[in-house]
C-alpha cells in the first residue's frame, strides 16, 4: 500500500485542519488497490531494479514466459493481449484491461493498481486467471522486475536512476 505524509506549514485554522483531513482520507481511499486479489507473493525481500530497460530486461520475460499464448501469428492471442515486442508496450502502458472494465494493465507509477502485475503476483487475481495460466508463476526476481518497471513509471527505454523518491513498498 502507497503510504503518504501531508505536510502543511499552517494548520491553525479549522479550515485548513478539515482540508488536510479530506485530502488524507483521499489519498488513503486512492492509493488502495482496488482489487480483492489474494495469496499474492511477496517480493520484498528482492533488491529493487534501478536501471531497467523494457526491450532488453521486460520483453525478456514476455518472450520466456508468455509468448506461447499471448502472440498474433495469424490468429487472435490470449484475453486479446499480443505480447510480441514490436506490440507489447503500447498495449500495456494505459491499456484498458478486457477483463476488468475500468482497470488499466499498466498504470504507470502504480503497480499495485496495474492489473499485469495483479495477474503475475496474486494466485487468485481479482478476476480470472494467474499467469502464465496453468504453468508455474513467474521467478520472484521476475516479478520483482515488473513491479520495479512500472514503479519507475514504466518507461520505454532504460532509466538512469540514482536516487528516486517515494518508490512504493513491495508486497
Known amino acids: ?10 494548520p ?3 479550515t485548513s485542519a ?3 483531513v479530506l485530502i488524507a482520507l483521499a489519498l488513503a481511499w486512492a ?11 511477496s517480493i520484498a525481500s528482492i533488491p529493487i531494479t534501478w536501471n531497467i530497460d523494457y526491450s532488453l530486461d521486460i520483453q525478456e520475460v514476455f518472450n520466456n514466459r508468455c509468448s506461447n499464448c499471448h502472440v498474433d ?24 484491461s ?10 504507470p507509477g502504480q503497480p499495485l493498481d496495474s492489473v499485469l502485475f495483479e495477474k503475475i503476483n496474486c494466485e ?3 478476476f480470472g486467471l494467474r499467469m502464465p495460466r496453468g504453468r508455474t508463476a513467474l521467478p520472484l526476481a521476475e516479478q520483482a522486475l515488473i513491479f520495479d ?16 523518491n517515494g518508490f512504493e513498498s513491495r508486497p
Open 1 to 10: 500500500m502507497i503510504t503518504r505524509t501531508l505536510r502543511t506549514r499552517r
Open 12 to 14: 491553525t485554522t479549522p
Open 18 to 20: 478539515a482540508a488536510t
Open 31 to 41: 492509493s488502495t488497490p482496488v482489487s480483492a486479489a489474494s495469496g499474492c507473493d
Open 73 to 96: 501469428h495469424g490468429g487472435s492471442p490470449s484475453g486479446d493481449l499480443d505480447l510480441d515486442p514490436e506490440f507489447s508496450y503500447d498495449n500495456l502502458v494505459n491499456g484498458p
Open 98 to 107: 478486457n477483463e476488468q472494465p475500468g482497470r488499466y494493465l499498466v498504470v
Open 124 to 126: 487468485v487475481p481479482n
Open 149 to 164: 518497471w512500472i514503479m519507475l513509471g514504466a518507461p520505454r527505454l532504460q532509466t538512469d536512476f540514482i536516487l528516486a
